[in-house]
């Protein structure tokens, strides 16, 4: 089974420039969720997806933040203006969904902002 | 407010000796507890889990142990290997959250050869 997909890996931006991410969940996963990790701590959540409907973005910051899930497959992360605490790795996960199934995550995005 | 606490940042054990890692929470509405293991570069991959109705979970060399009343977790890896050297972070979910996950701030394990 292939497990999720991530791209870039590496990011580097400016100040006030804009990113995306992208996201491919294993086959057959209906929840997609995002994480943000900031050097030194745990991942936090930023949005959660079930099939192609958004289940949690309460913690999202939606005024530089969006994402949307494809077709429900494929997610973008897009972050625009970015600002200096952007600085973070931006994780993407799936499960199977309906509250089962382990939570598999992605090798992450590194995105540094100068 | 962190709702799952990882008090320990950093943890060096001897190779063949056993490692604990612990984790604090506060949020009582929990009640599914899960550690991850991470390596430099690579994402969060799950190790081992446990429902609140139960409080020992054993896969191979890795135990989990639940304390409800005190709010606190436990992994006990026994014994150490070098290649167990990755941060460990505690998570934990509640029912009808869909598996959203709530992690601490993380330990880093070394394992001494």
């Known amino acids: 089974e292939a497990g999720v997909a991530q791209s870039p890996r590496y990011k580097i931006i400016e100040k006030r420039q804009s990113v995306a991410f992208w996201c491919n969940p294993i086959?057959?996963?209906?929840?997609l969720y995002w994480y943000q990790q900031i050097l030194g701590q745990g991942p936090k959540l930023l949005i959660q997806f079930q099939n192609n409907g958004v289940v949690d973005d309460s913690q999202l910051p939606k005024d530089r933040f969006s994402a949307e899930r494809l077709k429900g497959v494929d997610s973008t992360l897009k972050i625009q203006p970015a600002k200096l605490e952007d600085s973070a790795v931006y994780l993407c996960a799936s499960s199977k969904g309906g509250g089962s199934g382990t939570v598999s995550f992605g090798p992450g995005t590194r995105l540094t902002v100068t | 407010d962190q709702q799952v606490k990882q008090n320990s940042p950093s943890l060096s054990v001897q190779e063949g000796r056993i490692s604990i890692l612990n984790c604090d929470y506060t949020?009582?509405?929990?009640?599914?507890f899960l550690w991850y293991k991470k390596y430099p570069a690579e994402g969060p991959t799950f190790l081992i889990s446990i429902s609140s109705i139960k409080d020992k979970n054993e896969d191979g060399r890795f135990t989990v142990f639940l304390n409800k009343s005190a709010k606190h977790l436990s992994l006990h890896i026994v014994p150490s290997q070098p290649g167990d050297s990755a941060v460990y972070f505690c998570?934990?979910?509640?029912?009808?959250?869909?598996?959203?996950?709530?992690f601490g701030s993380g330990t880093q394990l070394t394992v001494l050869p």
């Open positions: 998570a934990a979910s509640f029912s009808g959250s869909a598996r959203q996950l709530t």
């Open positions: 949020n009582s509405m929990f009640d599914y």
């Open positions: 086959s057959g996963h209906a929840t």
